[in-house]
């Protein structure tokens, strides 16, 4: 599926042969940092440049969690549970949950021009990207459905309309 047009200049609209997953873990040899939590809805703010994870999880202190705090990129690979073909079903469960305010701008991010969201789904993922957390808590039903890849479009979309609401703002 080819992303949809967009107003951010200078990306390339062709899929680079190695790409990125901006929800990555930070144990993948190639893992970076690609931003930081912050504020009270952890929304992530992008590092100007990435930092190789393995540089900076020995600074977080024990017993907090990596992801609690930073936000990963690594490799998309082929084994991935997110993986649909060559899609991520990830940023499409995201794009499923209706969006609150969203900017119309895109945040600055380094990882764009090999990201795999971006090639897939343009400013929309973009756009959704910095409230995406991959550190889940089991007490909210929708982050949970959105994290399980065996959650379908139809599954979120009954929860919504069972007047289950996902937070706006």
Known sequence: MEHPQNSV????????????????????PESVVLGVR?????????????????????????????????????????ECVNRVGEECGLIERIRTVPSGAVASTVPRCHLRPRCT???QAGVDACQRCPAVTTLNSPDDELITLVADPATTHEQLQEWIAADNHPPTG
């Open 9 to 28: 200049e200078d990306q390339s609209s062709q899929r680079p042969v190695v790409t990125w997953c901006p929800s990555g873990t930070p144990d993948r």
């Open 38 to 78: 912050s504020g009270p809805e952890g929304q992530v703010v992008y590092l100007e440049q990435p930092l190789p994870a393995a540089e900076v999880l020995g600074s977080i202190p024990e017993g907090i969690a990596p992801t609690r705090v930073l936000r990963f990129a690594s490799h998309c690979v082929s």
């Open 117 to 119: 969201w971006w090639h």
